[in-house]
């Protein structure tokens, strides 16, 4: 399983790293421009829209991930290693995550060194002390929206299983694929109510309002899908 | 001594019945050319065997185990698509197949690589069809399996990389192990088969000891698949 995830790693730390440096460049520019009160020019434009392409682009990687598994070639490869349907999506959803996670915490370096610059040259601004409660804040909204993601991901991931085998024998399966993706948005909809737990999060702005039960509610929908996309991959595959 | 045992394999998708209530066995040790025309189920009995298809009635047994992780370490899939990610050089290949696979000869097949006039430095998208070919066979039988299953390991290859591709199976077979080789090109595979399987609309034509058949029809595994097919 760790293979697998080392072998993810080693397919896109070049778009990985290109990202990054992407990202600082943009954030040095902008910041550059309003300490120095200057207009952001044709440089400061592409760099923030290379920002969000390269942003986009991995959304369609993380999403694409099984795609290639099922729909092209590539799965002859993947689909014939020992390894269970669950030690496979495990090991895609993990590299995912560990990505999303790499990612908030280079977007949280950057912000934090921008406002201890701030806090240095501006006069009437002073950095707010980091607190645990803070801390923990941040880290529940993180673990909110990660967990929507995770849902999103496995959503499509369970479509694309669908249709690769139980309507295997029917033709365009991507078209399959997108209506099993929306007969399951409904699903999870009505099932776990996450709009409810949303509109709570939104409406208060603040996790802590969220309830245990609604972390439950998160972390048994993730199980559901993976359960179901797992026992697909293990058992029901035809490619 | 029996390594795979089919029951009734059935595979139907939707109206159309591709493999028709198969039954066979194949013996540790030995060759066996699955022989048929396009279209005669070859390739999707190799993907039911390999565990990438479901079938829709009867079961398949390697090993003592029906499929799933156990049986896929004990086999040795070669499909005939390029299923080897696009990403990767010769290189990165061996080390993917040695970090998956523990009956993988990481040593063996780098010598093989060489021996193929292949470069470990050479990415997969500059390949040609013949060099990939090569490429594929080298991974497959560099692997310590007790089941090769080749589905058309000689298309696209030219007559000299046909030859050394022949050679390599050859000095693959060891006693435990079997090779299952599907194709439909009889002539240059026939000296090494073993037993052969024809199938025909899904069904198995003809089956036996590839030199008793020879014998008792009096004619070459080549000249007895075209007498079954000839009106296929």
């Known amino acids: ?239 | 001594m029996e390594l795979l045992k089919v029951n009734g394999l059935t595979k139907k998708y939707l109206t159309k019945t591709v493999l028709d209530n198969l039954d066979f066995s194949l013996e540790e040790g030995k060759i066996y050319g699955l022989l048929g025309p396009n279209a005669s189920g070859k390739t999707t009995l190799m993907k039911l065997i390999a565990g990438v298809t479901q079938p829709t009635a009867g079961d398949i047994v390697v090993n003592g185990h029906h499929i799933g992780v156990m049986t896929k370490q004990v086999v040795s899939f070669l499909p005939t698509t390029n299923h080897l990610p696009k990403w990767m050089t010769i290189g990165r290949c061996l080390s993917y197949y040695q970090d998956f696979y523990r009956d993988f000869d990481l040593k063996h097949a780098t010598e093989r690589v060489e021996l193929m006039g292949l470069n470990v430095s050479q990415k997969i998208t500059s390949l040609s069809s013949g060099m990939l070919g090569r490429l594929k066979v080298v991974l497959a039988m560099s692997r310590q399996a007790r089941l090769y299953l080749l589905d058309e390991p000689l298309n696209g290859l030219d007559s000299i990389s046909r030859e050394k591709v022949l050679q390599m199976i050859l000095e693959s077979v060891r006693e435990e192990s079997t090779i299952l080789i599907s194709t439909h090109i009889i002539r240059e595979i026939e000296s090494i088969l073993d037993k052969v399987i024809l199938l025909k609309n899904g069904q198995i034509a003809l089956a036996g000891d590839a030199e008793d058949l020879r014998l008792t029809r009096k004619m070459s595994i080549e000249e007895l698949y075209k007498e079954v097919y000839e009106n296929a």
């Open chain 1, 1 to 239: 399983m760790l293979n697998f995830i080392k072998y993810e790693w080693l397919r896109r730390w070049k778009f990985f790293l290109a990202g990054i440096l992407v990202f600082v460049l943009a954030d040095l520019d902008l910041f550059s421009r309003i300490i120095s009160q200057e207009s952001p020019n044709y440089i400061s434009v592409i760099l923030i829209a290379l920002v969000f392409t390269l942003s986009a682009a991995l959304v369609v990687d993380h999403l694409g991930r099984l795609y290639r598994t099922l729909f092209s070639d590539e799965g002859f490869t993947e689909l014939t290693l020992p390894l269970s349907g669950y030690q496979l999506l495990g090991a895609k959803l993990l590299a995912i995550f560990l990505e999303c996670v790499a990612v908030m915490t280079i977007v949280g370096i950057v912000a934090y060194f921008d406002a201890i610059y701030v806090d240095m040259i501006a006069l009437n601004w002073q950095l707010p002390s980091l607190t645990w409660e803070i801390g923990l804040e941040v880290l529940k909204g993180l673990g909110f929206i990660l967990g929507g993601y995770i849902i999103f991901v496995l959503m499509v991931y369970l479509s694309l299983a669908l249709a690769k085998s139980i309507f295997a024998t029917f033709k365009h399966g991507i078209l399959i694929a997108f209506g099993c993706f929306i007969v399951l948005a409904k699903v999870v909809d009505y099932l776990g109510d996450i709009l409810s737990v949303s509109a709570r999060y939104y409406l208060h702005g603040s996790v802590a309002f969220m309830t245990t039960t609604d972390w439950l509610i998160i972390i048994v929908l993730i199980g559901l899908l993976f359960i179901s996309t797992g026992f697909l991959l293990n058992r029901k595959m035809n490619l």
